[in-house]
């Protein structure tokens, strides 16, 4: 399968537990980007910076539910975004655990 900027093709091992060919780019942009953000590889990375536009990027990452602090912090890092401004931080945030010692 080779990979174009409406049809990227991404690793192998980035979409394990699901049919990659029932994948749209456009309905499934949430999962597709917190994939490639929490599993990906720079080559991913680029094709969905490619593909949507950091922008948009940004606009689903910090409407995500969930989402690994590091790939959180890489984004907000890149983007000059605040952590403040993540649903997934702000959620976080508001159900503190209890210190476990």
């Known amino acids: 399968m080779t990979s174009d900027k409406n049809n990227p093709v991404f690793s192998h091992s980035l979409f394990w537990d699901i049919n ?55 984004i907000a890092t890149i983007s000059n975004t605040s952590l403040e401004e993540f649903k997934c931080y702000r959620l976080i945030q508001s159900n503190l655990q209890p210190w476990t010692y």
């Open 20 to 74: 990659i060919n029932t994948l749209d780019m456009d309905k499934h942009a949430g999962y597709i980007i917190e994939r490639v953000l929490e599993y990906g590889q720079w080559e991913d990375w680029l094709k969905i910076k490619e593909f949507y536009s950091l922008n948009k990027i940004i606009e689903v990452a910090t409407n995500l539910r969930s989402l690994e602090p590091s790939a959180m912090t890489f």
